[in-house]
């Protein structure tokens, strides 16, 4: 059972989001992690974009350029944390997916012209932590749900802890509902 942790908690240590995301980790083995703070990424350009296009029509996948998506189609659940940042998650999450849509490792089109997905992964479960309520603007948990289904991810979980810049919030007790939620995805599995 390998588990990939995409950590888009850019904060590093000091990231609630990360503290949420260790408990749900805790204990499994092979963990491998990307972390997207010492990653940083660049987003695809034109000419990037048509270097890629150029190595997937020869079949060149054994480029470096295609280790983050081998990686994500590899593993058996996969992990997001990333904290709740204007409506969504930072922009270097978007970009690592930018990274690993790639087209003949992670998806690709049927003869028919339809959307398959190739990714083993059986789940992918998000975590991520507020200033205010996520309720009704879960933009982020929402196209990684879209992004599952595109990739052929059958489950996705959820998880948050809510109110954590709100003045006279108790943390304590936010963080302590997500440990709960923690608790019991890791209960059924
Ligand atoms: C750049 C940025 C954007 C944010 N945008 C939102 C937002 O749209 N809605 C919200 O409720 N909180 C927002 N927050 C607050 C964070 O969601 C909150 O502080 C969270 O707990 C940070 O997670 P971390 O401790 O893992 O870094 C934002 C914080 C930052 C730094």
């Not at 309520?133 to 749900?145: A, I, K, L, P, S």
């Not at 509902?177 to 019991?184: G, H, L």
Request: glycine share 8%; charged share 25%.
């Amino acid at each position: 059972m390998t588990v990939l942790f995409v950590n888009a908690c850019l904060r590093g240590e000091e990231s609630h989001t990360l503290k949420l995301c260790r408990e749900y980790l805790e204990g499994r083995e092979d963990v491998k992690e990307v972390n997207l703070a010492e990653l940083k990424l660049e987003p695809y350009y034109a000419g990037p974009v048509a270097f890629r296009a150029q190595l997937e029509a020869n079949n060149r996948f054994d480029d470096p350029l295609f280790d983050l998506a081998k990686d994500f189609a590899e593993a058996d659940e996969i992990v997001i944390g990333a904290p709740y940042w204007d409506l969504s998650f930072p922009a270097a999450l978007k970009i690592y997916v930018e990274h690993v849509c790639a087209m003949g490792i992670t998806f690709h089109y049927t003869e028919q012209g339809a959307c398959e997905g190739l990714c083993k992964a059986g789940r992918l479960t998000y975590i991520t932590t507020c200033g205010g309520r996520v309720e009704g603007m879960n933009f982020g948990y929402e196209y990684f749900c879209g992004i599952a289904k595109m990739f052929g991810i059958p489950e996705t979980r959820f998880v948050a802890a809510e109110n954590l810049d709100v003045v006279g919030n108790d943390n304590e007790a936010s963080m302590a509902a997500a440990r709960q939620q923690i608790a019991k995805l890791r209960a059924e599995g």
